[in-house]
């Protein structure tokens, strides 16, 4: 077992109720998450109580729990940590009842002096009040904090309302309401790169960028979760929660020290300064094929597809246009941040020298687990005469050495809920602006357009970005980490 600096874990013992422990996240990331906090140190002690509709025993549990280490842990399992672990889980089914949860929290909760109380609600939009309600009857809400999953509400109205209705169990400051793309490396590297360098930080505004893109194309399909698909679409499950987030972190203002607080402020800001979503800037999609899948309605209007045009309408931003573009069955999997500068005032270079040909020199965001960054520039051409040639430097988080040192998106957050740090998780009050600003688009979406699975989404996409182009596919791939291309 590998051991951890003090100070990056929680000060006390955890109690883990984990509500939807048998579901698709949980064994996907919050099982392996937690395992992985666990062995290498970064928790001093953990118990984690699943929950869950399933009437299975502690036995199906950590049998289930063992399955979903050996499908989805990216890294090795050895059986002595497992076993350790394994001890380590207890399960009580909903079932039996406020009482059998609190009994099985005490119990664990008596193996150690002093502890705290996780809750993780890994359920669906529907059932996290009823989960919140079990947690009250069982009495769990002192010493605890509550990981919630979005979506946090469809519109304003449940929004505003779920919020009230959380509110009256947990304190805000006890509610952790998680966006995994924020716990992704690169985006709090965004950070690092605007604030702790004087090159860029100069720079970072409406005299000097273009316009921005955050595109994040997905391959995947939905598999088996057209059910919550037809009912949230790409908008909901996307933009107003990851996208958006991105964009705060990029376009706020330094905050006045990397606090909570201030940080959510500054980003609360961006999102106070956006203009509304207009239908016009706005092209939805659904890949051919999607109404046809099980569980969709043959006449669904639900989009697989979403690219917008935004504005923040504040004194750093005011004119440049925020381009987002997600969607399902697109042509390649890619998470990016580019940001486009604006061309120099003259060009001296003669025609056909190649400048401008490839779109203005650009900073470039990965926003992968192994996350990259790419500098473009127009550089000239060896040889006689003034060709001039799109060139780039590149950084690769590999580059470091450390990429083994990487949390996963959900182990990093799940670690700062249990230390109480707030930085990376959104507020009632920055959700509920973001819901405000989506309202013209929710309440008079465009037709969806057909897109070919494999496709960069809709013609229409073009048209949204014109005269400016989309970065997305690369002309050049980036360079990999051991030299070449
Ligand atoms: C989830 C969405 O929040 O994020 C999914 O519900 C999406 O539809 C996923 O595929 C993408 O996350 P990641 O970390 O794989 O980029």
Same mark, same amino acid.
């Given at each position: ?123 669906? #939009?529907?059932?996290? @009040?009823?989960? *919140?309600?079990?947690?009250? %009857?069982?009495?769990? +809400?002192? !010493? =605890? ?108 203002? #330094?905050?006045?020290? @990397?606090?909570? *607080?201030?940080?959510?402020? %500054?980003?609360?800001? +961006?999102? !106070? =300064? ?212």
């Amino acid at each position: 077992m590998k051991k951890i600096a003090a100070g990056v874990g929680p000060r006390y013992p955890q109690v883990v109720v984990l509500v939807g422990a048998t579901g698709d996240l949980s064994r996907r990331k919050l099982l392996p998450g937690m395992f992985h906090l666990s062995t290498a140190g970064f928790i001093p002690a953990c118990r984690i109580i699943g929950v869950s509709l399933d009437e299975i025993d502690v036995d199906g549990f950590r049998a289930i729990a063992r399955g979903a280490l050996d499908q989805f842990s990216t890294r090795k399992v050895e059986e002595a940590d497992w076993t350790q672990f394994a001890q380590n889980l207890d399960y009580v089914s909903m079932a039996d009842g406020p009482e059998a949860l609190a009994a099985a929290v005490r119990r664990a909760e008596e193996a150690f002096g002093e502890s705290r109380r996780v809750h993780y609600l890994s359920v669906p #939009p529907n059932a996290a @009040l009823p989960a *919140v309600r079990l947690l009250a %009857e069982a009495d769990l +809400v002192e !010493r =605890s904090r509550v990981i919630m999953e979005k979506p946090f509400g469809v519109d304003l109205a449940s929004a505003v309302s779920l919020n009230a209705r959380l509110h009256e169990v947990f304190a805000e400051e006890q509610i952790f309401r998680i966006d995994h793309f924020l716990g992704k490396e690169p985006a709090q590297n965004i950070l690092a790169f605007r604030l702790a360098n004087g090159l860029f930080e100069p720079i970072w505004n409406r005299n000097f960028i273009d316009h921005v893109q955050i595109d994040v194309p997905e391959t995947l399909g939905l598999g088996r979760r057209s059910a919550f698909y037809e009912s949230t679409g790409a908008y909901r499950d996307m933009v107003v929660t990851h996208l958006f987030q991105i964009l705060g972190f990029m376009a706020m203002e #330094p905050p006045t020290s @990397l606090e909570p *607080v201030p940080i959510s402020e %500054e980003k609360n800001k +961006v999102f !106070r =300064s956006m203009l509304p979503i207009e239908p016009r800037d706005v092209v939805r999609g659904q890949y051919t094929g999607y109404r046809q899948e099980e569980g969709v309605d043959p006449e669904s209007d639900v989009e697989t597809f979403i690219a917008l045009k935004c504005s923040i309408d504040n004194w750093r931003w005011a004119g440049v246009p925020f381009f987002l573009r997600t969607g399902k069955r697109l042509a390649e999997g890619q998470r990016i941040i580019s940001i486009a500068f604006r061309e120099p005032p003259k060009s001296m270079f003669p025609v056909g020298s190649g400048v401008g040909a490839q779109g203005p020199d650009h900073l470039t965001f990965d926003l992968a687990d192994a996350s990259k960054m790419s500098l473009s520039f127009y550089g000239k051409r060896p040889g006689p005469g003034m060709r001039l040639d799109k060139l780039s430097l590149q950084f690769a988080m590999h580059d470091t050495g450390l990429i083994g040192d990487v949390l996963e998106a959900y182990e990093r957050l799940i670690l700062d809920a249990m230390r109480g740090d707030h930085t990376l998780f959104t507020t009632a009050e920055g959700i509920e602006r973001l819901w405000q600003v989506s309202t013209p688009l929710l309440e008079a979406p465009p037709p969806v357009r057909l897109y070919e699975p494999g496709s960069w989404g809709p013609k229409s996409i073009h048209q949204l970005v014109a005269p400016h182009a989309w970065r997305l596919p690369f002309e050049r791939a980036w360079r990999s980490p051991t030299g070449g291309t």
